[in-house]
């Protein structure tokens, strides 16, 4: 596991083909990267233009970066106060060569660890990522984690985005995911008033550890 810290999405991207393509050349072992990312929206091989709200001149103005990469999936927002991690393990290596199972595993990584920190989680048939349940039986659907990946010789790489404390309204700019309907939600708002506004860098290193102990 590598720590980043906080890092540009294009140089974050650019660690990721290395390792990458050490794995595939048998070079290195299997990795995971955690970290976070300046504000940036990204748009994945399935994105629609329509599902970015401003224009994307806009968007460079207010100093949200954006990329285009060859992840699965639409478009999405990172930025301070998200845990994302970018997985690269060899599937093949593993003997599952199965690109549904290891995003269901990865959902399952997501829940176990929300639950954990007391955030009850979901999965919603037919979409990829985690939201939070609705005991009310409302039908809110609530997202907190979205994953999207991407396989070269069935090494992955890209990942997950968990929302810890970040500022949601960076999802204004964007139908998340390009799914409508859908809110966007964090552990911090999930939490209430038993997490403050920011949550720290104590909590931030709890939900890490928590992610950690599932993703084991």
Known sequence: MQELGRVPYGQALARQQELLDARRRGDAGDVLLLLEHPPVVTLGRGAHEEHLRVPRDRLVAEGVELHEVSRGGDVTWHGPGQLVGYPILDLAARGERDVHLYLRRLEAVLCEALASLGVPPRCVPGMTGVFVADPGGTGARRKIASIGVGLRGW????????????????????????????EMTSIARELGASAPPDLGRSARDAVKQAFLRAFG
Do not use: E, S
């Not at 090494?155 to 859908?182: E, K, M, S, Y």
């Open 155 to 182: 090494v992955t790489w890209h990942g997950f985005a968990l929302n810890v404390d970040c500022d949601l309204a960076g999802f204004d700019r964007i139908v998340p995911c390009g799914l409508q309907g859908v």
